[in-house]
C-alpha cells in the first residue's frame, strides 16, 4: 500500500467512526461505542505511525529546498471542481510537517478519546455515543485540515473543527452558559473563518492557483534558494495582504489577541474536550497555518513579524490573567493561549521548527495537566473553584504526581519536554539578533517567570496544604484505570519526551527540527553559547517563583502582592475589560442597529412595501373584477363594439 | 356579374349580407332566449358565408366556396356543442333568460 492509499485511509478510519456512532450509536450496546469511538482513532494513528516510517528516511535532495514542491507528496485523487481555469482538485499534502501533525493529533487525541470512555461514563446512551461521534467528527476534520494540499480543503477542515469544537463545546446543551460559549466560540471562528477566505480568493485572484504546491512554485520565484528572509519587494503585495489575512484566521483558530475571549468561555465542554481541542491540537492549528504557509511569511516579512509580535503579547497577556484566576480549568485555558503564543513567537521569527517542536511538548504535558484536572474535578464532583480544594495530593498520589509533572514541564524545569522546546524558542530569539527578535524574546523571557508563578499557584493551592473546609467530597477516590494510563502515559512523554531534541543546550539530538527540515527549511541561525546561559537562568529563576508561590498562597508567609495593588487584582481579574470592551464596541451598537431596524425599518419600510404590495394587488384585482358582470350580453357587447372600433380604424387607415 | 342570364351586382349580396349580419348581432345582443340568440349566432355565420361565396364568385375562385363549407361543418359542430349545453342547463332548470346565467360575475 502507497503512501497515498495510506493518507487517504487516515482520514478514513475517524469518518467511518463518526458515521456509524451518529447513525446507529444510540441503539448499539455501549461497548461498541467505547471501542469503536477511540478503535477509529487508533487505527488512524496506525496509519500515521505506517506514513511516517515511509517519511523517516527521507531527506532533501539539496538541503536548502522546499522539497514538497516536488510534488513527490502531493496526492491527486480526483478533481472536485473544474470550471473554465477555476480548477479544484481533491489532493492531500503528506509531506513531514503534516505526517508530524498527524502523530500529535491521533496519538495524543487516541489517548484522550480513550480517557474520555471513562470521563463520560456518567452520560446516559444517546449522550454518551453522541459524545463520541462528535469527537471522531472532530478528529477527522483536524487530519483534514493539516492534510489538505490546497486552499478549498484547508477552508473546509478548518470550519468543520469550528463545527466541532462549537458542538463540543454546547455538549451540554441543557446549561445555558454552555451554549453562550459554544456560541461565542463559533462566532469569533467565523471571523477567523472569513479572513481564510479571503486570503484564499486574494491568493487565487493573484495566480490563478489553489494548490499550496502551485502557489508557492509562483510565490518563490523570487526566492530561487527558497527559505530567504526576502525584504519588502513591490511586487509581494498580494502575498503581504495575504498573508496578513490568514494570520486573521489563525489568531482567531488559536485565540490570541484580539480574538481570544472565546477560549477560557470553551472551557464549560467536557475536561476532554478542553484537553483535545483546546489544548493539544485545535488551537494549536493556527501554527500549522504559519508553519505551513512558511514560503508565504518568509516574503510576507510585515505579516511575519506581525505574528510574532501577536504571539509575544499573548503569551505575556494570557500569563498575568492566569494569576488571578480561580477556575482549575481557566487557569489551564489562559496558559494555553500563552504556551500559543510562544509558538506563534517562534514561527513569527523564522524558528519554524522550534515553534512545532513546542507544539509537541505542549501536546504532551497540556493534555496531561487537563486530563489530571478532569480526574480531580471528577474526584471533585464536578467542583472546579481550586480554592475548594485543598490537600489532594495525600488523597490522590498518582494524579496530583502527574499534574506536578505536566506543572513542572509547563514551568520548564530540567529535563522535562517543556524545558527543551521553551528554552529552544527563548534561545533562538535571543541568538537570531534583530531587533524584532530581541523585543519578543524580553516578552517571552518575562512571560516564562510569570509562568513559573501562576503554575505553582495552581498546584500548591490545589494540591498542597490542608483540606479546603468547602470542600464537596472529604475523601475523594482516585480515577479509574481508564482515566489513568493515558494520563501517565502523558506524564511519561513530557519526562522522556525532551531527550529528542535537546538544542536549547546546544548539545544532542535535535530530531524534530530534522525531521520538520524538508518542510518548513533548516533552522537558519545557530544560537550562540549567551542563549544557553540565559535559558538555564530563566529556568532556575521560574523554577524559583514555582517554588515561592507555596509561601503566598499556602504558607501565607509572604504578603500577596494583590493587597498592594488592588487595582492590578481587578483588572486581571476582569481580563482587562476584554469582555466588556467587546460588549460596548460590537455588541451593544449592533442590538442597538438592530433594535432600530426592527422598530423603524421592519415595520414601515419592509413590511410596508410587502404589504402595500399585497394590497394594491386586491384593490386592483377588486376594481378589475368589477367588469366580470356575468351577463353574457354585455361581454358580446363589448365584443361587437370593440369589433366595430377595429373596423372603423382599419377604414380610417385605408382612406 | 352574370347570374341567371341577368346582370347582378356583387355589392347586393354584400349588402344583404350585412344586413343578415347586423340582424344576427343585433339579435344576440337584445334578444334574452337562450335558443333565439343561437339562432342569431347561426344567421351572423351564414352572413359571412353568403359573403364568401360572393367574393369567391366574384374573383373566380374556388378556394372561397370551399371555405364555406368547411365553416357550414364547424356552424353545425358548434350548433351540436351550444345546444347540448342548453340541454344540460334546461335539465336542471328552466331559462327563459340568458341573464339569469350570471354565477360567474366576479
Known amino acids: 500500500m502507497g503512501a497515498s492509499q495510506l493518507a487517504l485511509l487516515v482520514l478514513l478510519f475517524p469518518a467511518a467512526g463518526a458515521i456509524l456512532l451518529a ?162 466560540a463559533f462566532v469569533m471562528n467565523v471571523i477567523g473563518d472569513a479572513g481564510m477566505i479571503l486570503a484564499a480568493f486574494v491568493l487565487f485572484f493573484t495566480y490563478h492557483q489553489t494548490t499550496y504546491v502551485g502557489i508557492f512554485a509562483i510565490a518563490t520565484n523570487w526566492c530561487p534558494s527558497a527559505f530567504c528572509d526576502k525584504a519588502f519587494h513591490s511586487d509581494s503585495f498580494p502575498l503581504e495582504l495575504a498573508a496578513f489575512l490568514l494570520l486573521v484566521g489563525a489568531v482567531a483558530k488559536s485565540a490570541q489577541i484580539p480574538l481570544h475571549t472565546w477560549l477560557p468561555d470553551a472551557m464549560e465542554g467536557p475536561t476532554p474536550v478542553s484537553a483535545l481541542i483546546h489544548a493539544a491540537t485545535m488551537v494549536t492549528a493556527g501554527v500549522y497555518l504559519v508553519g505551513r504557509m512558511a514560503p508565504i511569511y518568509d516574503i510576507a516579512v510585515y505579516a511575519h513579524g506581525a505574528v510574532a509580535i501577536v504571539g509575544a503579547v499573548t503569551a505575556l497577556f494570557a500569563a498575568t490573567i492566569a494569576i488571578v484566576q480561580t477556575d482549575i480549568k481557566r487557569v489551564l485555558a489562559y496558559s494555553t493561549m500563552s504556551q500559543i503564543g510562544y509558538m506563534f513567537l517562534a514561527v513569527g521569527i523564522g524558528a519554524y521548527s522550534a515553534g512545532f517542536f513546542h507544539l509537541l511538548a505542549h501536546a504532551f504535558f497540556k493534555a496531561l495537566l487537563f486530563m489530571a484536572a478532569g480526574n480531580v474535578i471528577h474526584a471533585m464532583h464536578d467542583e472546579q473553584d481550586m480554592r475548594k480544594y485543598g490537600g489532594l495530593f495525600r488523597q490522590l498520589p498518582r494524579t496530583g504526581g502527574a499534574f506536578l509533572i505536566g506543572s513542572l514541564a509547563l514551568v520548564g524545569v530540567i529535563p522535562l519536554v517543556g524545558f527543551f522546546s521553551k528554552e529552544q524558542i527563548l534561545g533562538a530569539a535571543f541568538s537570531k539578533g534583530d531587533p524584532l527578535a530581541l523585543g519578543v524574546w524580553v516578552i517571552g523571557a518575562a512571560t516564562a517567570l510569570i509562568t513559573g508563578f501562576y503554575t505553582g499557584r495552581m498546584w500548591w493551592i490545589s494540591f498542597a496544604g490542608k483540606p479546603s473546609p468547602e470542600r464537596p467530597v472529604e475523601h475523594p477516590h482516585e480515577a479509574p484505570p481508564v482515566m489513568l494510563v493515558p494520563v501517565l502515559i502523558l506524564a511519561a512523554l513530557s519526562v522522556v519526551g525532551g531527550f529528542i531534541q535537546t538544542r536549547a543546550l546546544g548539545i544532542g539530538p535535535s530530531v524534530v527540527s530534522d525531521f520538520l527540515a524538508s518542510a518548513v527549511g533548516p533552522l537558519r541561525w545557530e544560537e550562540n553559547a549567551g542563549a544557553v546561559v540565559v535559558g538555564l537562568i530563566t529556568m532556575i529563576l521560574s523554577t524559583l517563583l514555582f517554588f515561592a508561590a507555596y509561601r503566598f498562597y499556602v504558607e501565607r508567609t509572604w504578603k500577596t502582592w494583590s493587597a498592594n495593588a488592588p487595582w492590578a487584582q481587578r483588572l486581571l481579574e476582569r481580563k482587562y475589560y476584554f469582555d466588556e470592551i467587546y460588549d460596548a464596541a460590537v455588541v451593544r451598537p449592533m442590538d442597538a442597529i438592530a433594535n432600530w431596524g426592527a422598530r423603524d425599518i421592519e415595520g414601515p419600510v419592509l413590511d410596508g412595501a410587502v404589504v402595500g404590495t399585497g394590497n394594491a394587488a386586491v384593490a386592483a384585482a377588486r376594481s378589475l373584477s368589477l367588469t366580470q358582470s356575468g351577463y353574457f350580453r354585455n361581454y358580446v357587447l363589448v365584443f361587437v363594439g370593440g369589433a366595430v372600433v377595429a373596423a372603423v380604424l382599419l377604414l380610417l387607415r385605408t382612406a | 356579374m352574370t347570374l341567371g342570364g341577368s346582370h347582378l351586382d356583387a355589392s347586393w349580396f354584400l349588402i344583404l349580407s350585412a344586413i343578415l349580419f347586423t340582424l344576427g348581432a343585433v339579435g344576440v345582443l337584445v334578444r334574452r332566449n337562450p335558443l333565439v340568440i343561437l339562432i342569431c349566432i347561426e344567421l351572423m355565420l351564414n352572413a359571412v358565408n353568403l359573403t364568401l361565396v360572393t367574393f369567391s364568385r366574384q374573383l373566380g375562385n374556388l378556394e372561397g366556396q370551399l371555405f364555406t363549407l368547411m365553416s357550414i361543418t364547424v356552424a353545425a359542430a358548434e350548433a351540436v356543442v351550444g345546444l347540448a349545453i342548453l340541454v344540460d342547463i334546461f335539465h336542471t332548470r328552466d331559462v327563459e333568460d340568458v341573464d339569469e346565467l350570471s354565477e360567474m360575475k366576479g
Not at chain 1, 458542538?167 to 451554549?179: E, H, P, T
Open chain 1, 23 to 184: 447513525g446507529r450509536g444510540w441503539r448499539l450496546p455501549r461497548i461498541v461505542t467505547q471501542i469503536v469511538g477511540p478503535g477509529v482513532v487508533w487505527a488512524s494513528f496506525v496509519c500515521v505511525v505506517a506514513l511516517l516510517w515511509g517519511h523517516l528516511n527521507d531527506r532533501c535532495a539539496a538541503p536548502n529546498d522546499i522539497c514538497y514542491l516536488s510534488s513527490n507528496y502531493d496526492f491527486t485523487y480526483w478533481t472536485w471542481i473544474q470550471s473554465g481555469t477555476f480548477q479544484v482538485p481533491f489532493n492531500l499534502l503528506v509531506d513531514n510537517l503534516a505526517v508530524f501533525m498527524c502523530l500529535v493529533i491521533t496519538g495524543v487525541g487516541g489517548l484522550i478519546v480513550t480517557y474520555s470512555v471513562g470521563y463520560m461514563a456518567h452520560e446516559d446512551g444517546p449522550s454518551y455515543a453522541r459524545f463520541f461521534t462528535y469527537m471522531d467528527i472532530f478528529i477527522f476534520s483536524m487530519l483534514l485540515l493539516v492534510l489538505a494540499g490546497n486552499f478549498i480543503f484547508l477552508i473546509v477542515g478548518w470550519a468543520l473543527v469550528g463545527l466541532s469544537s462549537y458542538l463540543l463545546i454546547g455538549f451540554w446543551y441543557q446549561r445555558r452558559s454552555a451554549v453562550a460559549a459554544a456560541r461565542k
